[in-house]
């Protein structure tokens, strides 16, 4: 039976295509919905009624949701401070997220691919349910999920934040993830464990990725190891040294979500460098 929820979830978002949908999902599911569209509305209804979760659009041009996240984590009052965050961001661009995760979010979402049944379980995640979560169909998965299974990936990445992040999503489509932190520490980690997958990071405390690129590469031990650079900016010489150093993707951060990253991920380890 719907209804039985009496938790309440703020919606600080001016978004009527996504307000209407999710809001109405969640009350039909019994979670009480309360919807503002400015920072002063936002602080007043956090105040009145110490909502169980708080989702924050950060893009909006009426709010500095980051300044905004700044008050909630710093709140004396350690209801509105430990109150679950899931934020929406535009394109899910990994410097904001990884920016929004140091300030304490729970989870996120992206708004150009916004899915409300993720969405939904994203926030019965936090909330908790009494209702099973429907099973997703999963025919024509097996192979691709058997591969996944044995594939291990390396991340070479200085940033925690996005570390972390990374580290996260892989593991939940069963991958095996390893770190690095540094270039210098990356060809050690890569000859000790001779991963299928390197995410390689150009910038990097040490020797940067080129470098550690041009080594892998004439190591005959990685010749067929995917190498995926990412970098925080996208000049074209840097893409094409990287291409043409070995690299076999080109990540811009700010123009893939992780979520494309791992898809574009998925499709490496079923198409495996010749």
């Known amino acids: 039976m719907a209804g039985v929820y009496t938790k309440k979830v703020l919606i600080v978002e001016d978004d009527q295509s996504i307000v209407g949908v999710l809001a109405e999902r969640l009350r039909t599911l019994g979670y009480e919905i309360l919807i503002v569209t400015d920072e002063t509305q936002a602080l007043a209804e956090l105040r009145r009624v110490h909502p169980e979760l708080l989702l924050l659009d950060v893009g909006m041009t009426a709010i500095d949701g980051f300044a905004l996240l700044e008050s909630i984590r710093g709140n004396p009052d350690p209801r509105i401070a430990q109150m679950p965050v899931i934020i929406g961001s535009h394109s899910g661009d990994l410097v904001e997220i990884g920016r929004a995760l140091k300030l304490g979010i729970n989870d996120y979402f992206v708004k150009t691919t916004f899915d409300v049944d993720a969405l939904v379980l994203k926030i019965q995640k936090q909330l908790g ?16 999920t058997s591969q996944l299974l044995t594939t291990k990936i390396l991340i070479i990445e200085d940033d925690k934040f996005l570390r972390d992040l990374a580290i996260q999503k892989l593991s939940k489509e069963h991958l095996q993830v390893v770190t690095a932190v540094d270039g210098e520490q990356g060809i050690a980690v890569a000859e000790r464990e001779n991963p299928d997958i390197i995410l390689l990071d150009i910038l990097l405390p ?5 470098e550690v690129l041009k080594r892998l590469r004439s190591n005959p031990l990685f010749a067929k190891t995917r190498v995926a650079m990412l970098s925080n900016f996208g000049q074209r010489e840097d893409i094409d040294r990287a291409l043409h150093a070995g690299a076999d993707q080109f990540f811009i951060k700010a123009n893939y979500t992780l979520d494309e990253i791992v898809e574009e991920i998925k499709k490496m380890i ?4 010749s």
């Not at 349910?129 to 691709?144: F, I, L, M, Y």
């Not at 079923?270 to 460098?273: C, E, I, N, Q, T």
């Open 129 to 144: 349910s009494n209702t099973a979560p429907q099973k997703k169909d999963t025919k024509g998965t097996p192979a691709v």
């Open 270 to 273: 079923v198409h495996p460098r």
């Open 206 to 210: 040490g020797i940067d990725g080129f």
